[in-house]
């Protein structure tokens, strides 16, 4: 009989490990997954927040350069893109579009000295300046997320169960081929 209660108790204890480390390894993943929405959201609120920058510095550039209407529609039509993206690749798609449109905008911009020196567009440009600093760091974060994320989900022994609830690899946030040239800016 003694024998017999101590094997139970060692299956007791087995079973309290095995249950615990999932337990803890469900949590971490779950802490994972969230981590990566967070600095998603951070990204998403970057873009906004320099979506809400550009009709500001659209109607400056307008009313330098009327006439320049495929520049400022090309904006319009990128910015309205990118606020109907979904997911990480088309965020960044519609981002690399607004990205090549605003260049357009600036390359305008330079054929007006007027414009150049204008208080509200430097201080616009400065805004803009700042926000893209921000969207490269929220990136950033979010794809160190994702990358830490993906390790554990393929990574032993969370590799057995990660899949079964429902952890799947996340996107990361990845620029176009095209976004790696520097793009050419005559003054």
Same mark, same amino acid.
């Given at each position: 009989?003694?024998?017999?209660?101590? =094997?139970?108790?060692?299956?007791?204890?087995?079973?309290?490990?095995?249950?615990?480390?999932?337990?803890?390894?469900?949590?971490?993943?779950?802490?994972?997954?969230?981590?990566?929405?967070?600095?998603?959201?951070?990204?998403?609120? *970057?873009?906004?927040?320099?979506?809400?920058?550009?009709?500001?510095?659209?109607?400056?550039?307008?009313?330098?350069?009327?006439?320049?209407?495929?520049?400022? $529609?090309?904006?319009?039509?990128?910015?309205?893109?990118?606020? =109907?993206? *979904?997911?990480?690749?088309?965020?960044?798609?519609?981002?690399?579009?607004?990205?090549?449109?605003?260049?357009?905008?600036?390359?305008?911009?330079?054929?007006?000295?007027?414009?150049?020196?204008?208080?509200?567009?430097?201080?616009?440009?400065?805004?803009?300046?700042?926000?893209?600093?921000?969207?490269?760091?929220?990136?950033?974060?979010?794809?160190?997320?994702? $990358?830490?994320?993906?390790?554990?989900?393929?990574?032993?022994?969370?590799?057995?169960?990660?899949?079964?609830?429902?952890?799947?690899?996340?996107?990361?946030?990845?620029?176009?081929?095209?976004?790696?040239?520097?793009?050419?800016? *005559?003054?």
């Amino acid at each position: 009989m003694k024998g017999f209660s101590k =094997g139970w108790i060692i299956a007791g204890v087995v079973a309290v490990v095995v249950i615990a480390v999932a337990i803890s390894g469900y949590n971490g993943l779950v802490t994972l997954n969230e981590s990566i929405n967070g600095k998603w959201s951070q990204v998403e609120n *970057q873009l906004q927040r320099r979506a809400d920058l550009i009709p500001n510095l659209v109607a400056t550039v307008k009313g330098y350069a009327a006439h320049e209407q495929n520049a400022i $529609q090309a904006i319009a039509d990128a910015r309205a893109k990118l606020a =109907g993206a *979904q997911g990480p690749q088309a965020k960044a798609q519609a981002d690399n579009e607004l990205n090549g449109a605003l260049s357009r905008l600036l390359v305008v911009a330079e054929n007006y000295p007027n414009l150049k020196a204008d208080k509200n567009f430097r201080a616009l440009m400065d805004e803009l300046s700042g926000t893209e600093n921000r969207i490269a760091v929220a990136r950033k974060d979010y794809n160190d997320s994702v $990358q830490l994320y993906n390790t554990k989900i393929r990574s032993f022994p969370t590799n057995f169960y990660a899949n079964m609830l429902g952890f799947g690899p996340k996107e990361y946030f990845k620029a176009e081929e095209g976004a790696k040239q520097v793009p050419a800016v *005559q003054f």
